[in-house]
């Protein structure tokens, strides 16, 4: 059995990997992966290749502000958020700017998508130029990505969702719970027959699987699950009643992911001349500010999200000024808001 014995990389007291590091892994100077980097045809292939294999290993992400700022501090935080189209997130992303700025640091916002498909290409750029802190909605879940933000020692703060292997920070609420709590309330309600119209996302799929869960085990029958497409919309939301309706006529509740397909669930109801909730009953997530105006009023899930942003601020800004961080974990919870649609 052979033994590896190349230099291991090491750590700067901020945590992150640096150019000495891949350097002495790839058994050239600094000087030389410097070049390789930035132009690499001022090296040899072979050169090349180290250097490579070296920066794969450690997780290097070149600092693109090195040698141009005197202080390592550019009060600079980064967010990224699935949609900036959708307004479940606007009230955390609003939060985390305000409190930002009251520290004199300014917010810097990506949209990633609700599959993760850029998110790894955005955290390579936003390493690159150092911010002093990195605010993910959602738990990291690409193995590339977690690698690259261990290896940066930039502060990262997750939200919207609870792990036990966080990054660094984290500050949300259990997905899974607010399944098992809205299918016990619903159950206690009477309702016995109900559907779920999810978002393809991952959270949401949380929330169904943790639903589903919960309503077996109470003795209900099996919920029919139709999926739609995030971000979700009124229009997804009438169109899933619809395709429901004409395979499960019966159903006499729809769990949504969001309050926007709740909406769109009542919309098509009134439609077709079903009354809500005498007849059917609807369900959303977020407390969206048009759910307590709509009509029927929707019964939903309240999350906190201006004290996500809050404490994702305090998290950064302890880490980026040098303050210990104690509780790493926030579960803040939420909340059943009961109105007229169920």
């Known amino acids: 059995m052979t033994q590896d014995s190349s230099p291991r990389p090491t750590r700067r007291s901020s945590g992150g990997i640096t150019l000495d590091d891949v350097s002495k892994l790839a058994g050239v100077s600094a000087i030389t992966v410097s070049r390789a980097l930035n132009s690499p ?71 990633a998508g609700y599959h993760n498909s850029r998110e790894d290409a955005l955290i390579d750029a936003i390493v690159g130029r150092r911010p002093d802190g990195i605010v993910l909605t959602g738990i990291m879940r690409s193995a590339e990505g977690r690698r690259r933000l261990l290896a940066s020692g930039i502060p990262v703060v997750e939200t919207w969702d609870l792990t036990p292997t966080p990054v660094d920070m984290l500050v949300g609420f259990s997905h899974e719970k607010v399944g098992t709590d809205i299918a016990k309330f619903l159950y206690d309600k009477g309702y016995r027959r109900p559907a779920v119209i999810t978002g393809d996302d991952q959270r949401a799929n949380l929330r ?13 029958r099996q919920p029919r699950i139709c999926s739609v497409p995030a971000p979700t919309t009124l229009g997804s939301g009438r169109a899933a009643l619809a395709e429901l309706l004409a395979e499960l006529p019966d159903i006499d509740v729809v769990v949504c992911s969001s309050d926007a397909l709740a909406h769109g669930v009542i919309t098509e109801a009134q439609a077709r001349g079903i009354r809500v909730p005498q007849d059917i009953a609807a369900m959303g997530f977020g407390d969206l500010g048009f759910a307590q105006h709509a009509h029927p009023a929707i019964s939903t899930v309240r999350i906190d999200g201006t004290a996500i942003g809050r404490q994702a601020a305090r998290f950064i800004i302890d880490r980026a000024e040098g303050r210990p961080v104690e509780q790493k974990v926030v579960d803040l919870g939420f909340s059943l808001v009961e109105r007229a649609s169920a």
């Open 41 to 111: 045809d001022l090296v040899s292939p072979k050169t090349r290749e180290k250097v490579r294999l070296a920066v794969e290993r450690t997780g290097y992400v070149p600092n693109l502000l090195a040698g141009g700022l005197a202080s390592n501090r550019s009060r600079l935080v980064a967010a990224l958020v699935p949609t900036i189209a959708g307004p479940v997130f606007l009230e955390t992303i609003q939060a985390l700017t305000e409190a930002l700025a009251e520290s004199g640091y300014q917010l810097m916002l990506g949209q």
């Open 208 to 220: 169904r699987a943790g639903f589903e869960q919960a309503w077996t085990a109470l003795g209900g």
